[in-house]
């Protein structure tokens, strides 16, 4: 039981990722506080977290609130008296051209996925000081190379890179670890629920969700890094290769990448 009551708080944990990193840190023993936008998937989650015998409690709550936000690390310090591990987990994804998109859309997805980050990140830091734990970023593979129609997606990753990059430097003397794990496709619903250039969701994947890293791999590998209190994690042999082509052969990862996103069902290239 290595997270045996520690307290642990994942952000958009109530599908996919989220509640697979809930389920792996919970069966370590960890208490765990769940995040979501909606208080019956709040509850869903909870349900089938405590039916593993796992202590949870559940927070309604905005990633894009800088108020939900503090709001999460007061009610988990009221109820649990600590904070140990942060896992930034929160974001949506969005699929369309720049030129079409509205830049609404691109705010909402920069406010959700790099704020909601600095934002949890911020107010749990006191308390993850104090006990020398550990925060760890959900990042993408997108934050160390770009996507095509996926201006914003790209954007919020690699902002969210550059800043867990400088908060680990400055914590590096002071006990806190910090992990950016980038995974590459996996199986979730973030891709049903992309924006599209107007803001609604797409409400169907362009990609084969059957051929991709399941979630609960990508949160068992999340679970193991934060373990060994690892700086980096690059998951699927295709997102590690990604990552060493576009450092020595960024041109040709341009044209690698434009062909392949170029046969997603329903591309935007024409």
Same mark, same amino acid.
């Given at each position: !039981?290595?997270?045996?009551?520690?307290?642990?708080?994942?952000?958009?944990?109530?599908?996919g990722i989220g509640?697979?990193?809930?389920?792996?840190?919970?069966?370590?023993?960890?208490?765990?506080?769940?995040?979501?936008?909606?208080?019956?998937?709040? *509850?869903?989650?909870?349900?089938?977290?405590?039916?593993?015998?796992?202590?949870? !409690?559940?927070?309604?709550?905005?990633?894009?609130?800088?108020? *939900?936000?503090?709001?999460?690390?007061?009610?988990?310090?009221?109820?649990?008296?600590?904070?140990?591990?942060?896992? +930034? +987990?929160?974001?949506?994804?969005?699929?369309?051209?720049?030129?079409?998109?509205?830049?609404?859309?691109?705010?909402?997805?920069?406010?959700?996925?790099?704020?909601?980050?600095?934002?949890?990140?911020?107010?749990?830091?006191?308390?993850?000081?104090? +006990?020398?734990?550990?925060?760890?970023?959900?990042?993408?593979? +997108?934050?160390?190379r770009g996507t095509?129609?996926?201006?914003?997606?790209?954007?919020?990753?690699?902002?969210?890179?550059?800043?867990?990059?400088?908060?680990?430097?400055?914590?590096?003397?002071?006990?806190?670890?910090?992990?950016?794990?980038?995974?590459?496709?996996?199986?979730?619903?973030?891709?049903?629920?992309?924006?599209?250039? *107007?803001?609604?969701?797409?409400?169907?994947?362009?990609?084969?969700?059957?051929?991709?890293?399941?979630?609960?791999?990508?949160?068992?590998?999340?679970?193991?890094?934060?373990?060994?209190?690892k700086r980096d994690?690059?998951?699927?042999?295709?997102?590690?290769?990604?990552?060493?082509?576009?450092?020595?052969?960024?041109?040709?990862?341009?044209?690698?990448?434009?062909?392949?996103?170029?046969?997603?069902?329903?591309?935007?290239?024409?």
């Amino acid at each position: !039981m290595k997270f045996k009551d520690k307290v642990v708080i994942i952000t958009g944990a109530t599908s996919g990722i989220g509640e697979a990193c809930a389920m792996a840190f919970g069966k370590e023993g960890a208490k765990v506080v769940i995040t979501g936008r909606k208080q019956v998937k709040i *509850d869903n989650s909870l349900h089938r977290l405590q039916q593993e015998g796992i202590e949870a !409690m559940g927070v309604l709550a905005d990633a894009a609130s800088e108020t *939900d936000n503090e709001k999460i690390a007061l009610e988990t310090i009221e109820k649990y008296g600590k904070i140990d591990v942060l896992i +930034n +987990n929160a974001g949506i994804s969005m699929r369309a051209l720049f030129e079409d998109l509205d830049l609404d859309v691109f705010k909402k997805v920069m406010d959700t996925n790099f704020y909601g980050a600095v934002y949890a990140t911020k107010y749990c830091l006191p308390e993850i000081l104090k +006990n020398t734990g550990s925060i760890v970023a959900v990042s993408s593979i +997108n934050g160390y190379r770009g996507t095509p129609a996926r201006t914003a997606y790209t954007a919020s990753k690699y902002a969210m890179n550059g800043f867990f990059e400088a908060l680990r430097t400055e914590v590096m003397k002071r006990g806190v670890h910090v992990l950016v794990a980038s995974p590459g496709f996996t199986a979730s619903n973030i891709r049903n629920n992309a924006l599209t250039a *107007d803001g609604q969701s797409q409400g169907e994947s362009p990609r084969e969700e059957d051929k991709m890293m399941s979630a609960e791999e990508v949160a068992a590998e999340i679970l193991k890094a934060t373990i060994k209190r690892k700086r980096d994690l690059v998951l699927t042999k295709q997102g590690k290769l990604a990552v060493f082509l576009n450092k020595w052969m960024p041109g040709t990862m341009d044209t690698l990448v434009y062909n392949t996103m170029a046969k997603e069902k329903d591309s935007p290239f024409k």
